[in-house]
């Protein structure tokens, strides 16, 4: 097989060694002649693949005792759908932060069930900085502050913790354990499976339990956070296999040294990128350095007719998946937990040949 970089930004690359444990219980599980895809959902086997997969999460995660994980279905966006459908009425006010693509789908997701209250917006901009904080507009009677913790498409973080007076909600989609993070400061955070934590199908909701407490009852139960916390997770059959490999991805991590360690790289391997992009007059990157995400890192050629043949050379080359987002177009390198740092030093080496061969300048 030829060796082959993928920078797709979700699903996406996961770790080597969880696809050969996960291939073997795909054939023969446990020793019990039959795959983990096709054992019950309720069957002694798979609750303690269940029960692993829970612990090892608060573990790497280093969840507080007083919140609770978890395990859904439907995608982050569920579960943008889900946060104010638990928590509000149709006279509540919400506070939401505009930094790009997927906070704007939130807040048009929140705006059929409540008044929402945008308190900054860098969309004038499109999306390259965080407003300061001095210049947000929180409205003290929200329920909630909701917020992106790293824009996917727009690759822009806001990584400094919040001080807020009101429950905060964090999409954590795209960053979750790339870095250290202290789930004090947050009430809910939910996460989409398909970046650093498994394959697409689950998502994760951690949730402080006193926010819980105040969650609707009037809705259906399946988008129940309160009733899916009290079936712990099983209301109906989850995605078994996704939930599976999951706990292998964690304890891939914690075998690795956890999130701390993690984040070191990614801060390596981030910096290795953003240097180069900043080093060359033929790459660019729009996002203030502040805000700069370290999972995915888009950039723009200073030709946009050289995108194609861009995209064509670096697919020969063994470099997959490095398309833009459809809705702002150029490159988009996604450099999750599982990308070896060798993947961002083969990027970095073929953008400098690309550039040397297209307008004859370059390192
Ligand atoms: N939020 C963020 C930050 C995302 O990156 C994505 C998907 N890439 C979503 C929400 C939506 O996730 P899903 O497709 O799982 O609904």
């Not at 919040?162 to 964090?170: D, F, G, M």
Request: glycine share 4%.
């Amino acid at each position: 097989m030829r060796k082959v970089h993928n920078y797709s930004a979700g699903p996406c690359i996961l770790p080597q060694q969880v696809f050969e444990q996960a291939s073997k219980s795909i054939e023969n599980f446990n020793d019990l002649n039959l795959s983990l895809i096709e054992i019950s959902h309720r069957s002694k086997d798979f609750i303690e693949v269940m029960e692993e997969a829970r612990s090892l999460v608060k573990e790497v995660l280093n969840v507080p005792e007083n919140y609770d994980v978890l395990f859904l279905q439907g995608g982050a966006t569920l579960q943008f759908t889900s946060v104010p459908l638990n928590f509000t009425k149709k006279s509540s006010i919400v506070s939401y932060l505009n930094t790009g693509l997927w906070s704007k789908k939130a807040i048009k997701a929140a705006s059929k069930y409540a008044s929402v209250n945008v308190v900054a917006s860098s969309e004038e901009s499109n999306y390259t900085y965080v407003p300061s904080t001095q210049e947000w507009r929180v409205d003290s009677d929200s329920i909630y502050f909701h917020y992106v913790m790293n824009e996917t498409i727009q690759g822009l973080a806001m990584r400094d913790p919040i001080s807020s007076e009101i429950p905060v909600i964090c999409d954590m989609s795209s960053c979750i354990l790339s870095e250290e993070v202290d789930f004090h400061n947050f009430d809910l955070v939910y996460a989409g499976a398909q970046k650093n934590i498994g394959p697409a199908g689950l998502t994760l909701v951690i949730i402080k339990k006193d926010f819980l407490e105040k969650a609707n009852e009037d809705i259906p139960d399946i988008l129940s956070y309160k009733k899916n916390s009290q079936a712990g997770s099983m209301l109906n059959t989850p995605p078994t296999f996704a939930w599976y490999l999951a706990g292998k991805v964690f304890k891939w991590l914690l075998k690795k040294g956890g999130v701390k360690s993690i984040q070191k790289e990614n801060e390596k391997k981030a910096k290795l990128l953003y240097d180069f992009i900043d080093s060359s007059s033929f790459y660019s990157n729009p996002v203030d350095k502040e805000y700069r995400s370290i999972m995915n890192v888009p950039f723009l050629l200073d030709n946009e007719n050289a995108d194609s043949l861009f995209l064509e050379k670096a697919e020969i080359k063994g470099l997959l998946n490095l398309q833009g987002h459809r809705s702002v177009g150029g490159m988009r390198a996604s450099i999750y937990n599982a990308t070896p740092f060798e993947a961002v030093e083969d990027l970095v080496s073929f953008m400098s040949d690309f550039e040397r061969s297209y307008t004859g300048n370059g390192k």
